[in-house]
């Protein structure tokens, strides 16, 4: 059994309206401060966030054909460098905008975003398939949680730099680490184990859950709640969690291994993110 996908559609409006209001909160000087996004200021993640808005809703909603790369894309690697080059071609022109612009325009952006996921069926087509998610992630409910997961784990990397702590609605990355989770079977494939091993994954704090992570005759596969006889366990709260998944936790990050470690150790090289 595995994990249901959570329905976010309506998901994105609260979170987008307390977004916007502490960015409309912001000093100068906050807009300058560095984040957990490597090598970006506050500036620099708001203007990738409003990027990755207008991208939904020009190739999703719109069907406007996407850009194409100068290279063909035939690894994942290829698929990390054009994403990554349309990621800092749009953020070095944003430079030129000011906050209020920029406030203003995601805003704008972030609205249209909420009605366009609030009128998806719930088995829309995906966008794109979720790359990090394998097969599963040809799931049109997954490929819109993708979108609130980077709406969420981009807004809590502002929270976090700006001094304004974790978003006030702990159902939120609850969300986002359901969808997170999603990730493990893929990241496992060549993990090798004999049927029936298993990895229990407990998140402690108000989004945590338990998961495990099962090995079947025909592959592994993510599950909530808890095995019976975990080969291995995992603990991390929910705040280490989501900055593992996405790629923002620090070296030596709190993770709590037990049981057999070449099982459990894979886990701490999961993205949920093109990395």
């Known amino acids: 059994m595995s994990v249901p996908i959570p329905d976010t559609r309506f998901l994105f409006r609260p979170l ?13 000087e906050d807009w300058e401060r560095p ?15 409003l990027d990755t808005a207008l991208r939904r809703l020009s190739y999703h909603r719109d069907l406007m054909s996407p850009p194409r790369p100068a290279r063909p894309v035939e690894s994942e690697q290829d698929l990390t460098a054009f994403v990554n080059d349309l990621n800092a071609t749009w953020v070095r022109a944003a430079g030129r905008l000011s906050p209020r612009v920029l406030v203003d325009c995601y805003a ?37 949680g993708r979108e609130f997961t980077e709406v969420w784990h981009h807004g809590a990397q502002v929270r976090e730099a700006v001094g304004a702590g974790p978003f006030p ?3 939120w990355l609850h969300a986002v680490l359901a ?19 298993s990895l229990v994954l407990t ?12 090995r079947e005759a025909s592959g592994w ?22 900055r593992l998944f996405f790629n923002a936790a620090p070296a030596g990050a709190a993770v709590s291994l037990d049981g057999d470690l070449a099982l459990a150790r894979p886990l701490l090289r999961v993205r949920s993110v093109i990395v």
């Open 16 to 28: 987008a309206a307390d977004l916007v209001a502490l960015l409309r909160w912001l000093s100068v």
């Open 108 to 144: 704008n952006a972030l609205s249209q975003l909420c009605d366009f996921a609030e009128s998806l069926p719930l088995d829309a087509a995906p966008l794109f398939p979720v790359s990090w998610a394998g097969e599963r992630g040809s799931q049109g409910l997954l490929d819109i």
């Open 169 to 171: 609605d702990p159902r």
């Open 203 to 214: 998140i402690s704090g108000p989004a945590g859950g338990v998961w495990t992570l099962s």
């Open 221 to 242: 596969d993510i599950s909530p709640g808890e095995a019976t006889e975990p080969t291995s366990r995992a603990t991390l709260t929910d705040e280490v969690a989501w």
């Open 179 to 197: 969808i997170a989770v999603q990730a493990l079977p893929h990241a496992y494939r060549d993990v090798s184990a004999p049927a029936g091993r």
């Open 35 to 49: 984040t957990l996004a490597p090598a970006w200021r506050v500036r620099d993640v708001v203007a990738h966030m």
